[in-house]
Antibody, heavy 118, light 108 residues
Framework: QVQLVESGGGVVQPGRSLRLSCAAS????????MHWVRQAPGKGLEWVAF????????YHADSVKGRFTVSRDNSKNTLYLQMNSLRGDDTAVFYC???????????WGQGTLVTVSS | EIVLTQSPATLSLSPGERATLSCRAS??????LAWYQQKPGQAPRLLIY???NRATGIPARFSGSGSGTDFTLTISSLEPEDFAVYYC??????????FGGGTKVEIK
């Protein structure tokens, strides 16, 4: 069955960096586009980033552009999110999610919490 | 950026009742509209994609309709496990992919 397992979250000071990982299994990872979505405590869902299956096309939300970078290693079935210059309003649960090819996200990981605080 | 507005913010209903949730887009999204369910402490779960197609394993009591700018998620008869927050999402004119603010379906 499809599994997405995020890791790398934690408490980090403002201005510092963190790299999230998402280990995928149960499907042909190299053939699917992937996303990162976040959810601040008590708030709604916010799309963060997209990467095409071949890793060439990438999009980032304006709120993270220039600070966050999505990447993937298809040989390791792993998705990444490099987060630099972290701010307090980046505090959120970060989910990786699989694109189903029909304009929606059909499988989600359990999420990893990032807390930005001094 | 396409803005999705969900209404109502909260829907108070009893088990067995019919739930009707609305999602309105600031411009046409064709039928590229999805619905998700999220329970506390859990990741979102895809219910409906491309406006009216049920995702794998989703019960028939969930149905989606609409096109253009106005969409509806209907739960024909609420089960206890259906009380949750529901989000709509579009990927018509993107980036960005956007979500609505959510509708909480609570027990009356």
């Amino acid at each position: 069955q499809v599994q997405l397992v995020e890791s790398g979250g934690g408490v980090v000071q403002p201005g510092r960096s963190l790299r999230l990982s998402c280990a995928a299994s149960g499907f042909s990872f190299r053939n699917y586009d992937m996303h990162w979505v976040r959810q601040a405590p008590g708030k709604g869902l916010e799309w963060v980033a997209f990467i095409r299956s071949d890793g060439i096309n990438k999009y980032h939300a304006d709120s993270v552009k220039g600070r966050f970078t999505v990447s993937r290693d298809n040989s390791k079935n792993t998705l990444y999110l490099q987060m630099n210059s972290l701010r307090g309003d980046d505090t959120a649960v970060f989910y990786c999610a699989k694109d189903n090819g029909y304009n929606s996200l059909d499988y989600w990981g359990q999420g990893t919490l990032v807390t930005v605080s001094s | 950026e396409i803005v999705l507005t969900q209404s109502p913010a909260t829907l108070s209903l009893s088990p067995g009742e019919r739930a009707t949730l609305s999602c309105r887009a600031s411009q046409s999204v064709n039928n590229y509209l999805a619905w998700y369910q999220q329970k506390p402490g859990q990741a979102p779960r895809l219910l409906i994609y491309d406006a009216s197609n049920r995702a794998t394993g989703i019960p028939a009591r969930f149905s989606g309709s609409g096109s253009g700018t106005d969409f509806t998620l209907t739960i024909s008869s609420l089960e206890p496990e259906d009380f949750a927050v529901y989000y709509c999402q579009q990927r018509s004119n993107w980036p960005p992919l956007t979500f609505g603010g959510g509708t909480k379906v609570e027990i009356k």
